[in-house]
C-alpha cells in the first residue's frame, strides 16, 4: 500500500446523501477478477449519458473538478454493500482522500485497507469546504502526520482518526504482514480454544 | 457478575489480541465465501506465498452470478470465468465448496443456517454485507472487504474496533397481515437509513420472541440498511429446536452441551446497552417503499411525503432525489402505482416460508396482465422442498415463473433485469438506483404483498384479499 503522509490535491464536490456502493460501481462491474482498472467505471450510471458521453451535469464532469484527488461528500457516504471494487474504483480514478460529515462502517474500513484517507468533520465544515469547492478549482492540504486540513484562504480543521488506521497509512504498511507476526498468540488462542 | 450482552459475550471469548488504543484481533469461526468478492483476495495470497489459514472453517458457494435459468450452460463468459475462477481457488487452497452441482449450492446466507454452518456464540464473516443474516442465531456475523476476505484467509482473524451496542426493542404482538420484513422496514422508517452506524443492533422484545427462525433471518438480513455492523437475536428454544439434526450440527449427548453453551450466550437480564430504541407492533402494517434508500418506505395506506415538509435540508434533497427518479408525486399513495415486475427471492425473503406466503395467495388466482412474476428459491434445498409440497405447480398454474436459486434480480448481475424505466414489486433488501438493472424502479414489499401485487397489477393491501379457496 503507498503510504499517505501529506496530501495536496483538487477537490470534487457530491453533495448528495446516503450515495451507496451501486451507484460508485455498478453491478455490472464486479465480474472482473483484477483488482485494478476500476477507475473507468466509477459511478458509471450518474457519469455518462445513454450515448456512452459524460454527462456535462454531473458533479465529476464539471470542469472545477478536474483532476480531483480530494472528494467532498455527504452524509452515510458508501453505504449498502461491501463491495471493495467501490474504494478500488475511487482509488484508480484518482482519489486518495474522501472528506464527509458521515461514512458507513464497512466502506471506511475498506477505504483504509486501500490507502485512501477517509475523513469525518462536523457537517458544517464540510458544508463550508464544498461551497468553497463549487464553483471553482479548490485545492485542499491533508496533513495526515498532524490530522489538518488547510486550503489557501485560510481555512484550517482538525480531525479525529484511530491512532491504528494513522499508522497503518503513514508506514503504507500491509496488515497481513504485521497480524502473521502474532501468529504464536493465533495459536494459542486455537489451542485454548481447542479448535 | 456484571451482566453482559450477548454482544460483548462474544465479543471478550473471541479477541485473540486485546491491547489498549488499538483495534482487537477477534478469531473468526466461520469464513463465507463467494465468487464476486474473492477472487482478489485468492490471488493476493498466492502473489505473497501465503496459505488459507483454516480451510476447515471456510465455506464457499457460488450464488451472484448464477443464471436462474439453464443454470450449466452458462453464456456469460466474464460472469463463467468468476465462477471458474472460485471453484480453482477452492481447489488450490482445500476450501469446501457448494458448486452448481452440490445439492447444498444457493445463495451464501440461506446455505450457511440451512446446512448448521451457523451456530449461535459464532463469529461469521463474509465478503457481502448481508452476512448480518446469520445474528438470527445469536452469532455474532458482518460484512467485510475483500482486504479483509484475504486476511481472514491468511490468518482466521480481523482487526476490529469494539463496536458499540444497541438494543431494538419491538414491543407488542403483531397486527395480522404484518410479517418480519414489515418489522424491519418500520423500524428503518422510523429510525433512519443509518441509525445503527458503529453498533451491533440485538432485537428484543415480545414480537421479536415469537417469530420463527426463518422469520428473524429477516430481521436482521436487514440490519446493514440501517447502517448497523451486524444484527443479531439472543438464541431461544426456538434456535435449539431450528438448528437440532442440520448437517453440521452434531447430535447426542455433544448436541445437548452445545445447545447449554448457546442458552449462555444470550444477552443476560439487566445487561445495559449503549443505546435503545423502540418500536410498537401495533405502528406496524404491511410496507411498501417508494424511494430509493430501504428507509424510504411507509404503510399500504399512507401518502407517499412531500419533500416540503422534510425536517432537514438534506433531508428535503433526498426526499426529492428519490421522487424524481422513481416517477412519484407527493400525495400519492402506494395503491394508485401500477407494477410491471415481481421479484420474490433474495436472501432476504426467498426460504421455504416466505415461498409458502406467496403460494397462499397465489393459490387460485392469476398474475395480472402486463406483469412478469418471477420467484427464485434461495437454494436447492428450498427449491427441492417447495416442489415437494407442490408450490411451484401453484406459481406455475397462477403464471409465476419458476426457477433455479440464486440472488438473482435483487443486484441483476445474472441475465434476470428490471428495464429502464420499469417498475418492481420485490421482496429484497435495497431500493438503490440501478439496483435492478439501470434506470429500474424498485420497491421493496413482504412476499405476501409482492405477490398480491402480481395478481393485482398493483400495490395492495393483502389484508382486503379474500383467500378464494377459503371461501
Not at chain 1, 37 to 66: H, I, M, V
Not at chain 2, 37 to 46: D, K, N, Y
Not at chain 2, 83 to 98: Q, S, V
Request: proline fraction near 5%; charge should be negative; glycine fraction near 8%.
Amino acid at each position: 500500500m503507498e503510504p499517505i503522509i501529506v496530501h495536496e490535491g483538487n477537490t470534487a464536490v457530491l453533495p448528495r446523501v446516503n450515495v451507496d456502493t451501486d451507484q460508485i460501481i455498478p453491478k455490472q462491474f464486479l465480474k472482473r477478477v483484477e483488482r485494478t482498472g476500476f477507475g473507468q467505471f466509477l459511478f458509471f450510471d450518474w457519469r455518462f449519458l445513454a450515448d456512452g458521453t459524460p454527462d456535462p451535469s454531473f458533479e465529476l464532469n464539471k470542469p472545477e473538478a478536474e483532476e480531483a484527488s480530494v472528494l467532498l461528500a455527504d452524509h452515510n457516504f458508501g453505504c449498502g454493500s461491501s463491495r471493495e471494487h467501490a474504494p478500488w474504483a475511487l482509488q484508480d480514478y484518482g482519489f486518495r482522500v474522501i472528506i464527509a460529515p458521515s461514512f458507513a462502517d464497512i466502506f471506511y474500513n475498506n477505504c483504509f485497507k486501500n490507502g485512501i484517507l477517509t475523513i469525518r468533520l462536523p457537517e458544517k465544515q464540510v458544508y463550508e469546504l464544498m461551497d468553497n469547492g463549487k464553483e471553482e478549482y479548490y485545492k485542499l492540504k491533508v496533513d495526515l502526520e498532524h490530522q489538518t486540513i488547510q486550503d489557501s484562504k485560510g481555512f484550517e480543521a482538525g480531525f479525529e482518526i484511530d491512532p491504528y488506521w494513522k499508522e497503518m497509512l503513514l508506514k503504507g504498511w500491509d496488515e497481513i504482514s504485521l497480524t502473521l507476526q502474532y501468529a504464536d498468540h493465533i495459536d494459542a488462542y486455537e489451542k485454548q480454544r481447542g479448535i | 457478575m456484571q451482566p453482559k450482552t450477548i454482544i460483548e459475550k462474544i465479543w471478550d471469548t473471541h479477541a485473540v489480541m486485546s491491547e489498549k488504543g488499538k483495534p482487537n484481533l477477534m478469531f473468526i469461526d466461520l469464513h463465507m465465501v463467494h465468487e464476486v468478492t474473492s477472487p482478489q483476495a485468492f490471488e493476493g495470497l498466492r502473489l505473497a506465498g501465503r496459505k488459507v489459514r483454516r480451510p476447515d472453517l471456510t465455506f464457499a458457494t457460488m450464488d451472484h452470478n448464477v443464471p436462474t435459468q439453464n443454470r450449466m450452460s452458462i453464456t456469460d463468459s466474464i460472469a463463467k470465468k468468476q465462477m471458474e475462477t472460485l471453484a480453482n481457488n477452492c481447489e488450490e487452497f482445500g476450501i469446501d465448496i457448494a458448486d452448481l452441482n452440490s445439492p447444498n449450492n444457493g445463495i451464501v446466507h440461506i446455505i450457511g443456517p440451512q446446512m448448521g454452518l451457523t451456530q449461535p456464540g459464532k463469529t461469521i464473516v463474509c465478503g457481502d454485507s448481508h452476512t448480518s443474516t446469520h445474528g438470527a442465531f445469536g452469532a455474532l456475523a458482518f460484512g467485510i472487504g475483500t482486504s479483509e476476505v484475504e486476511h481472514v484467509l491468511a490468518t482466521q482473524t480481523i482487526w476490529q474496533s469494539k463496536p458499540k451496542t444497541m438494543e431494538v426493542r419491538v414491543n407488542g404482538r403483531l397486527n395480522p397481515g404484518a410479517t418480519a420484513k414489515d418489522i424491519i422496514l418500520s423500524i428503518i422508517a422510523k429510525h433512519g437509513v443509518d441509525f445503527g452506524t458503529g453498533h451491533v443492533l440485538e432485537f428484543t422484545g415480545e414480537a421479536i420472541r415469537g417469530l420463527t427462525m426463518e422469520e428473524r433471518m429477516t430481521i436482521c438480513n436487514m440490519s446493514i440498511e440501517a447502517g448497523a455492523k451486524a444484527g443479531l437475536i439472543s438464541p431461544d428454544q426456538v434456535t435449539i429446536d431450528y438448528l437440532k439434526g442440520r448437517e453440521k450440527v452434531p447430535d447426542g449427548e455433544a448436541f445437548e452441551k452445545l445447545a447449554q453453551e448457546w442458552r449462555d450466550t444470550a444477552s443476560d437480564e439487566g445487561a445495559v446497552y449503549d443505546a435503545v430504541v423502540e418500536m410498537d407492533s401495533e405502528e406496524i402494517e404491511p410496507m411498501v417503499t417508494w424511494g430509493t434508500n430501504p428507509s424510504q418506505g411507509i404503510g399500504i395506506h399512507k401518502q407517499i411525503p412531500d419533500p416540503a415538509n422534510a425536517e432537514s435540508d438534506h433531508d428535503r434533497r433526498a426526499i426529492q432525489q428519490s421522487l424524481d427518479y422513481m416517477d412519484l408525486k407527493p400525495g400519492m399513495k402506494m395503491t394508485e402505482v401500477e407494477i410491471q415486475h415481481v421479484f420474490i427471492g433474495s436472501c432476504t425473503n426467498s426460504r421455504i416460508s416466505d415461498l409458502r406466503a406467496a403460494a397462499k395467495i397465489a393459490e387460485g388466482r392469476k398474475v395480472a396482465d402486463g406483469v412478469r412474476a418471477l420467484v427464485v428459491p434461495g437454494s436447492q434445498a428450498v427449491k427441492m422442498q417447495a416442489e415437494s409440497e407442490g408450490l411451484d405447480k401453484v406459481f406455475l398454474e397462477a403464471g409465476f415463473e419458476w426457477r433455479e436459486s440464486g440472488c438473482s434480480m435483487c443486484l441483476s448481475m445474472n441475465p434476470d433485469f428490471v428495464p429502464e424505466g420499469e417498475r418492481c414489486a420485490s421482496t429484497s433488501n435495497r431500493n438503490f438506483e440501478g439496483r435492478q438493472g439501470k434506470g429500474a424502479r424498485t420497491h421493496l414489499v413482504s412476499p405476501a404483498m409482492a405477490a398480491a401485487a402480481a395478481v393485482a397489477g398493483r400495490f395492495v393491501d393483502i389484508r382486503d384479499l379474500k383467500k378464494p379457496s377459503l371461501q
